[in-house]
Every structure is written in C-alpha cells, then in structure tokens.
T-cell receptor
Framework: AQRVTQPEKLLSVFKGAPVELKCNYS??????LFWYVQYSRQRLQLLLR??SRESIKGFTADLNKGETSFHLKKPFAQEEDSAMYYC???????????FGKGTKLTVNP | NAGVMQNPRHLVRRRGQEARLRCSPM?????VYWYRQLPEEGLKFMVY????????ESGMPKERFSAEFPKEGPSILRIQQVVRGDSAAYFC????????????FGPGTRLTVL
C-alpha cells in the first residue's frame, strides 16, 4: 500500500532560521514525489516535484530512495513561508496523488 | 484563466438529503480529479474522470457517491442520503492532458451535514 507520512503536525521556527519539513513514503515501485503548499485563504498549489530538481522560493527537496524520504528544506525561513505543506506521492502508472496529513509551518518574526 | 472553480464553497445539508458539488476545470483541461479531506487528515483521492468517462474510481465509497464529467458543463460529485461522516472539504483538481501532469486545485467545497 502507498502511504505518505509527515511526522510533524506543527513546526515553528524563527525568521532566518533553517527549516526542514519531513516526509517519508512507503511504496514498492518508483514514485513521483511532490510538495504542495497552501497559504492562508488560498488554494492548494504545487511547490515543487522531485523530477524537476529545482529550487522554488528557496525550497529544495531531495529524494532519498534508501531512506524513502523527500524532506523539504530551506536554509533561511521567511515569514511569508508560513503555510500548510503537504507531501504527495504519485504511484507509477497511476493518476492519483496520495497525500500526507500536512505540516503547518509558522515562521515567527 | 480563472483557475479551477468550485461551487458552492460551503454547503449545509441535513442527514438524508442529497449534496451536489460542482467543479469547473481550468480552460482547456479535460482531466478532473476529486479528493476528500476529513478533519485533521490529508487529502484522499476519490475519482478521476475525463470528459464523459470515469477512469479511476478506486477511492469512491461503494454506495451513495457518484461522479460525472459531461461533454458540456462542470463535473459533478453527487452524494445521496448524506450522513454526518460525509462532512468534509471536497477538492477538485484539473489537468491539461497526458503531456502535463500538474494538477491544479480548486478552493474546495466544505460540506457540513447536520
């Protein structure tokens, strides 16, 4: 069965501090992994995906197949990063996304 | 492009009534997905449709729930004889075509069953 685990429900950091949002997955095949973000009163939107290997808004995420993890990192958090972050997995050959429960990030001034 | 539209944004129903949730995909998008989010949970896949076809309904409850995406008009998620456990946020997402796999999400419909 496919599963995405985000162990932290809440994460609070100070502005300028590094931040890491954890994501672990369970899937026997080769997944596609994504991070979605939902800012206050806005809709869910794609932040980044592992196949692009890109940095968006200073965030990066590396797929670690050995540890089955896809942690989201940013070296210096900003107040505008405060949001709900969801890690999602797309099983091979499937169209659906499997989401974690989300982590609420608060960046304090 | 106005993005994925969902209406109503909030819907209140009494137990036993029917709920109809509408989703208008982004212009040119012919793939639609429905997800449900229960309180304190992540989004759970329900159904994937293309125009006039249900492609994957593996996440749909076996009874009372149905979905359609007609040739003209929005996609409809229909819940018959609602129960309190159906109270949730229902999200729709759309995608352009097979060459583009990014799903764009709507703002959601929050269903409350009294």
């Amino acid at each position: 069965a496919q599963r995405v685990t985000q162990p932290e429900k809440l994460l609070s950091v100070f502005k300028g501090a590094p931040v890491e949002l954890k994501c672990n997955y369970s899937y026997s095949g080769s997944p596609e992994l994504f991070w979605y973000v939902q800012y206050s009163r806005q809709r869910l939107q794609l932040l980044l995906r592992h196949i692009s290997r890109e940095s968006i808004k200073g965030f990066t995420a590396d797929l670690n197949k050995g540890e089955t993890s896809f942690h989201l990192k940013k070296p210096f958090a900003q107040e505008e990063d405060s949001a709900m972050y969801y890690c999602a997995l797309k099983p091979g050959g499937s169209e659906k996304l499997v989401f974690g429960k989300g982590t609420k990030l608060t960046v304090n001034p | 492009n106005a993005g994925v539209m969902q209406n109503p944004r909030h819907l209140v129903r009494r137990r036993g009534q029917e709920a109809r949730l509408r989703c208008s995909p982004m212009k040119g998008h012919s793939h639609v997905y429905w997800y449900r989010q229960l309180p304190e949970e992540g989004l759970k896949f329900m159904v994937y449709l293309q125009k006039e076809n249900i492609i994957d309904e593996s996440g749909m409850p076996k009874e009372r729930f149905s979905a359609e995406f007609p040739k003209e008009g929005p996609s409809i998620l229909r819940i018959q004889q609602v129960v309190r456990g159906d109270s949730a946020a229902y999200f729709c997402a759309s995608r352009l075509d097979r060459g583009a796999d990014t799903q764009y999400f709507g703002p959601g419909t929050r269903l409350t069953v009294l």
